[in-house]
């Protein structure tokens, strides 16, 4: 199935199906039969293990029902949530049965639709499901296959490994600022207390009299035997720092400090290895996939960020059919709440992918700060006199901006252009332009309406103003049409 499907069209595809709506958890999965009509063939909650026996049982049991209903074919859905959907998933769509996703929160908000209570059980859910894949409000599931497939699993690994590394340095801080005070003011910024340097002093010198014992050239002579390039002022500077802050140093327990330190940094090297060698798979892999080495191409853009991309969206061709439907997946998609005299903010939906929204915001801090097309742009949002944008909101359109610019790439086969990602600012100007030009067309009517009016008459002080007015409103556009901004400005000179 493909994502180019309407709700219309979904809900017309349901209705020669048979619908399996199932509630999958780590040990059971509980299902309804339903079809388009919200018709319920079994008022009890069947229920099967979540194993290849619970799987076979399963479709023992869709094929009889499916039988004696009378329906050809039969549509599953369930939630993606956790992992424990993946398994079925996988197994269903490998024999060639149609899978679709409903989303979590439609099922949690369509609870009461049920049976009009907030009760929330696993025999009550799996009719929730059922409901939302009668409304069509599903996705047809999608496995990423070979490459994307590869660059799925290596890009996770990846966030994984970073998380673990970020875990055991902020550990590392910890136990520094307790035993330690001073210690990593001695190093820069970049990698600091996670440098080779950094670590092969702490090996050997846990606490505040153990640095001290080592002296400058105890400090020297760890460096030299580890093949490192350390120099005496650096080693002076620890010595000192050290000295100062020995004072503040908490020294209890300094039998198990010692070990604490060997442990965390035995676990810090670890997670740092493990990093390296997914980042080199992540790099191995992203090269291998059609349009990545465009996206590439944009100075600013790193591997982490085009893995990072095609491990969420998969293949953009096969899936999406425009880019607003790459802007939902984000949950960038603009949504307001309205009801009656009250008109609530725009603000974005949040209802797609976060880790998607986050790797645009930090590609496009990246951008703003090497690639130089993108501060005139960002500029255009934040200073034009149509409905200018505050920093947070410009940043927003820069990611909906960059992901029409990614779809248009990797599906046209081509390279970044910024004079054609520029010529965008000129090409909204020149639609407000086109809205100045109507606006006067209708001002150049009432015009020629009023003088109509007066003809053979003298002209009144009334008829006067209304010229004028009408003269200051053309003028009003040719100066909105030069800052690239179209007000309403027309007075209804036909209705005086």
């Known amino acids: 199935m493909s994502m180019h499907y309407t709700t219309e069209q979904k ?9 399996v709506a199932i509630d999958v958890g780590k040990l059971d999965i509980h299902v309804k039969y339903m079809d388009y009509t919200r018709t319920v063939y079994n008022k009890k909650t069947y229920r099967f293990s979540n194993s290849i026996k619970g799987f076979e049982e399963l479709l023992d049991c869709t094929k009889t029902m499916r039988e004696s209903i009378g329906y050809d074919e039969a549509l599953f859905g369930m939630e993606p949530t956790g992992h424990y959907w993946m398994n079925l998933a996988i197994k269903l769509e490998s024999m060639g049965f149609n899978v679709v996703m409903v989303n979590q929160n439609h099922t949690k908000n369509i609870e009461e639709v049920v049976d009009g209570s907030q009760r929330k059980d696993d025999d009550k859910d799996p009719e929730g499901i059922g409901i939302l894949m009668a409304l069509g409000d599903w996705t ?75 002296g400058v050239k105890g400090i020297l002579g760890i460096w030299k035997e580890n093949g490192l390039r350390g120099t005496e002022s650096r080693a002076e500077k620890i010595i000192h ?31 740092i290895m493990m990093e390296d060698g997914a ?16 996206l590439l191409g944009i100075k600013g853009i790193s591997y982490r960020t085009v893995a990072g991309f095609f491990a969420i969206v998969g293949d953009l061709k096969k899936r999406f059919s ?3 439907q790459l802007i939902k997946l984000a949950g960038l998609n603009i949504i307001i709440r309205s009801s009656g005299k009250h008109k609530g903010e725009p603000h974005i939906s949040k209802r797609g992918c976060p880790e998607l929204r986050t790797a645009l915001y930090r590609v496009l801090t990246a951008l703003l700060e090497n690639t130089p097309a993108f501060k005139p742009l960002k500029d255009h949002f934040m200073k034009r006199t149509d409905n200018p944008l ?9 990611c909906n901006k960059l992901l029409r610019i990614f779809y248009a790439m990797v599906t046209h086969d081509e390279d970044f252009d910024e004079k054609k990602m520029l010529g965008d600012i000129r090409r909204m100007d020149n639609t407000k332009v086109s809205s100045a030009v109507t606006e006067a067309e209708k001002l150049t009517n009432q015009l020629d309406l009023v003088l109509y009016g007066m003809k053979g ?29 179209v007000k309403e400005t027309v007075p209804d000179a036909a209705g005086s």
Not at 279 to 294: F, N, S, Y
Not at 466 to 477: T, V
């Open 11 to 19: 809900v017309e595809q349901g209705k020669n199906k048979l619908f």
């Open 140 to 214: 047809p599931y999608y496995r990423p296959e070979g490459v994307y497939g590869e660059i799925r699993k290596a890009y996770r690994l990846l966030e994984r490994c970073t998380e673990d590394t970020t875990r055991y340095t902020n550990e590392l801080h910890g136990y520094l600022d307790k035993h330690l005070p001073g210690y990593e003011s001695c190093f820069g910024k970049d990698k600091g207390i996670t440098s080779a340097l950094s670590l092969a002093v702490l090996k050997k010198a846990a606490l505040p009299e153990d640095i001290l014992d080592l």
């Open 241 to 271: 720092a050290v000295l100062d802050s020995k004072g503040y140093a908490i020294l209890d327990g300094a039998e198990t400090a010692r070990y604490e330190l060997s442990c965390i940094i035995m676990k810090l090297e670890l997670a």
């Open 279 to 294: 980042e080199e798979q992540v790099r191995k892999t992203v090269v291998l996939i059609p349009g990545a080495q465009h």
């Open 322 to 324: 425009n880019a607003k």
């Open 390 to 398: 505050k920093p947070i909101r410009a940043n927003i359109a820069m």
């Open 457 to 485: 008459e003298e002209i009144t002080g009334e008829g006067i103003e209304m010229i004028r007015k009408i003269c200051r409103a053309m003028k009003g556009l040719v100066a909105s049409a030069e800052r690239g901004s």
